[in-house]
């Protein structure tokens, strides 16, 4: 680690960091569709293959591995960090909507963390209502989220790319161009 760590730009690192989390929401998609059918015995099964829905799982991701850069960076390489991402997600390349529905995401963690409620349930709740879940139970008269569908959701949003700018903070020296 330390003095010898190998050298990596900020703007190729988010980059990467969007490659690789995108590409990890779309493969692990099918398979998270899958199983909460099997465990919740509801059938949500049209998600499996909705580009749309495995869009969105996306950028909930990013969005939720992005939250932390200010703990693992100075302050102004991690505003530069997130900037990166935005103008990447911004590209031609991305869904035409990649950057408002990242930032709709980032803005809820950010949001529930002014608010001192609980930033990954915020973002999760809503990926949920994105996804037009209506997995839902009752109580005293009202309807509300399935709990297990949540912790799930939650479960596999942190799985997606978890980790990946601690071991880039890590390994490499990241530096501004």
């Known amino acids: 680690m330390g003095l010898f760590r190998k050298k990596f730009s900020e703007r190729l ?34 998600l499996r293959t909705d580009h749309n829905a495995s869009f969105e799982f996306g950028m909930a991701c990013l969005a939720v591995q992005a939250a932390p850069l200010p703990n693992l960076f100075p302050t102004k390489q991690a505003r530069r960090l997130v900037d990166h991402i935005l103008a990447i997600l911004s590209l031609r390349e991305y869904h035409g909507d990649a950057l408002q529905t990242f930032q709709t995401y980032f803005d809820a963690w950010h949001d529930a963390v002014r608010r001192a409620d609980t930033p990954l349930t915020a973002v999760v709740s809503l990926l949920y209502d994105r996804l037009h879940l209506d997995v839902m139970i009752e109580s005293r008269g009202k309807k509300h989220r399935h709990p297990v569908t949540l912790l799930a959701l939650e479960d596999s949003v942190l799985r997606c790319g978890g980790g990946w700018w601690k071991h880039t903070s890590q390994e490499y020296r990241l530096f501004k161009l």
């Open 13 to 46: 690192a988010a980059q990467a960091f969007v490659q690789d989390v995108i590409r990890g929401a779309e493969e692990s998609w099918p398979a998270i569709v899958d199983a909460y059918s099997r465990v919740l015995g509801s059938d949500i099964s049209r």
